[in-house]
C-alpha cells in the first residue's frame, strides 16, 4: 500500500504570490471554457482573492458570484507549474466573505446553522433526517411526484427530487460493529472512514468496501462516533466548524493502533489527507493531525499493490470507463492506483473516456446552485462516457455518482454506475469461468 498523491501547502499569500500569470491553467478550468472570460478563470480568480485580501476590491454580489461559481475541482492546481493552489484560495475568498455574514439573511442563517451545527455533527442526525426521504420513496410518493410532474413549477426542489436514489433501508453504520475482525489470517488492522452519504446513501457500496478489506485479511476498526470529514463546511468557508469535526475526527482514529485510515469516498479522502494543514503550527493538534493526515489512504491506493499481488479467482466479462473525481485526481494527486486497480480485476477491459479528469458538475451543492454550468459539464461527461461504448462508469465520490446517475437517466441510457469495491466484490463472487455465481446487487449500481 502506498500513497501516489502529494502533500504540500503555502499560507494563502504564498499562494497568491507564487501566480506568475501564465496562463497554463486556463484551458483545463470548465466554468472558463464555458464563458471565456478572464473573471471566470483561475488566473483571474487568484486576481480576485488577491484584491480581496489587499482591500482593493470590496465584497459585492458580483464578487461573490464569481468566487462562488468556481466549482473548487481543481485542475488548474494540477496544470499549475508553480503549484498555485487556487481551488483552495478560492475557499480562502469563500471564508473571508462567510466572515462577513451578519450580512446574510436571517433564513440563509438558520439553515447554514441547521446544515452545519446540526445534520453534520453527528451521523446519527443524518441518520434521523433520512427517515422522512425514506417514508417517502417506501409510501409510494416519490413514484406519484416524479409521475405527475407536481413539483416541476419549483425548480430546485423538483431537480433535488429527480438527484434522489433509492435510500437503503437501513445506514451501514447501523448494521456494523465498531471493529470487524479479519475472516481469516489477519494482515493488516485499518481505521476505516466511513463518509456520510456513504452511511446513508450508498450504503451498499460502502458495505462492499468492508467486504473487500476482510477478503485482504484486515480487521477493520470503523469509529461509531465519527464526525462528518468537514469538507462541506470547508467548501462554504466555515473553517472553523470544520476544524472542530477535524479535531473529533484526530482523537478517534489516534486512539487505535493502524496500518492505514482507509476511505471509499474521494472527497472525505481529500479532506482528511489535508487535516495536517489545517492544524499547522497547532500546539495541541499539530503533530496528532500530521500523524492522522500521514495514514490517509484512498481505498484505491490501499488496494492497487494488495490485489495485484493476489488478484480475484473470478473473472468479470465487462468493459467500463473511468470517471475520476476531482477531489481523487487533482485534491490528492491519485490518478494511477484507480486505474491499476481496475486492471487487477481478470477479465475486466478499461476503455478511457475524453476528458475523464474533468468534472462532471457535481461539486457539493452545485448542481443546484449552479445548476445552468452544472448541467453542461454533465451532458458532456454523459456525452464522453457513452462514446466509449463501456456497459459502466466506475468512480469514487458520491457526489459523482449522484451526479452521474441523475445524467445517465436524464439521457435515458442504461448504464450502472459503480464503485471500483462492487466491482471487486464482484469479482469475487464470480466462478472462475467467468460466469457469475449470483447477479447480486451490488452489481447494478450505486444506489440499487
Ligand atoms: S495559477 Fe498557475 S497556471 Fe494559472 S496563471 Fe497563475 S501560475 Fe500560471
Ligand atoms: S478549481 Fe476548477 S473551476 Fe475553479 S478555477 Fe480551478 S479549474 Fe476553474
Redesign the pocket.
Known amino acids: 500500500m502506498q500513497a501516489e498523491g502529494r502533500r504540500e501547502h503555502d499560507t494563502d499569500l504564498e499562494n497568491i504570490q507564487k501566480c506568475i500569470r501564465c496562463g497554463s491553467?486556463m484551458p483545463?478550468?470548465?466554468?472558463?471554457a464555458e464563458s471565456t472570460r478572464e473573471s471566470e478563470?483561475?488566473r483571474g480568480?487568484v486576481a480576485l482573492v488577491k484584491g480581496l485580501f489587499e482591500g482593493t476590491l470590496e465584497i459585492t454580489p458580483n464578487l461573490e458570484r464569481l468566487l462562488y461559481i468556481?466549482?473548487?475541482?481543481?485542475?488548474?492546481?494540477t496544470a499549475c507549474p508553480t503549484g498555485v493552489r487556487?481551488?483552495e484560495l478560492?475557499v480562502a475568498g469563500r471564508t473571508r466573505i462567510e466572515e462577513e455574514k451578519a450580512r446574510r439573511p436571517i433564513l440563509r442563517r438558520a439553515l447554514r446553522s441547521a446544515l452545519f451545527d446540526w445534520a453534520l455533527a453527528d451521523h446519527s442526525n443524518i441518520e434521523l433526517a433520512m427517515v422522512p426521504l425514506r417514508l417517502y420513496q417506501s409510501l409510494g410518493l416519490c413514484k406519484l411526484v416524479r409521475a405527475t410532474g407536481m413539483l416541476k413549477p419549483l425548480g430546485k426542489l423538483d431537480l433535488m427530487d429527480r438527484f434522489l436514489p433509492r435510500l437503503p433501508a437501513r445506514s451501514l453504520r447501523q448494521e456494523i460493529d465498531e471493529v470487524i475482525p479479519a475472516p481469516g489470517n489477519r494482515r493488516y488492522r485499518v481505521g476505516f472512514f466511513l463518509g456520510c452519504v456513504m452511511n446513508t446513501v450508498f450504503a451498499n457500496a460502502s458495505r462492499a468496501t468492508l467486504s473487500v478489506l476482510g477478503r485482504n485479511g484486515c480487521e477493520i476498526y470503523v469509529p461509531r462516533q465519527a464526525r462528518c470529514c468537514g469538507a462541506p463546511l470547508f467548501a462554504e468557508g466555515e473553517r472553523e466548524r470544520a476544524k472542530n469535526m477535524a479535531r473529533k475526527n484526530v482523537d478517534l482514529f489516534a486512539a487505535a493502533d493502524l496500518d492505514a485510515i482507509v476511505t471509499d469516498c474521494a472527497a472525505c479522502g481529500a479532506e482528511l489527507k489535508r487535516y495536517d494543514e489545517l492544524f499547522d503550527g497547532d500546539p495541541e493538534y499539530g503533530a496528532k493531525a500530521a500523524a492522522f493526515s500521514a495514514r490517509v489512504l484512498d481505498i484505491t491506493e490501499f488496494l492497487a499493490g494488495i490485489v495485484e499481488a493476489n488478484p480475484p479467482a473470478g473473472s468479470l466479462n465487462r468493459t467500463v470507463t473511468y470517471h475520476e473525481p476531482c477531489h481523487l485526481v487533482h485534491a490528492q494527486g491519485v490518478s494511477k492506483a484507480p486505474r491499476r486497480l481496475l486492471k487487477a480485476i481478470p477479465g475486466l477491459r478499461l476503455v478511457e473516456m475524453k476528458r475523464s479528469n474533468w468534472?462532471c458538475g457535481s461539486a457539493g451543492s452545485y448542481a443546484f446552485t449552479h445548476s445552468d454550468y452544472s448541467m453542461r459539464f454533465l451532458d458532456a461527461k454523459i456525452a464522453n462516457a457513452t462514446a466509449t461504448g463501456a456497459e459502466a462508469i466506475v468512480t469514487g465520490n458520491p457526489g459523482c455518482a449522484l451526479q452521474l446517475t441523475y445524467g445517465l437517466e436524464k439521457h435515458n441510457v442504461k448504464m450502472p454506475v459503480l464503485y471500483f469495491t462492487q466491482l471487486l466484490e464482484e469479482a469475487y463472487r464470480a466462478n472462475v469461468d467467468g460466469a457469475m455465481a449470483s447477479r447480486h446487487r451490488v452489481g447494478a449500481g450505486v444506489g440499487q
Open positions: 491553467c483545463v478550468c470548465p466554468t472558463y478563470s483561475p480568480r468556481c466549482l473548487d475541482c481543481r485542475a488548474c492546481q487556487v481551488g478560492v468534472c
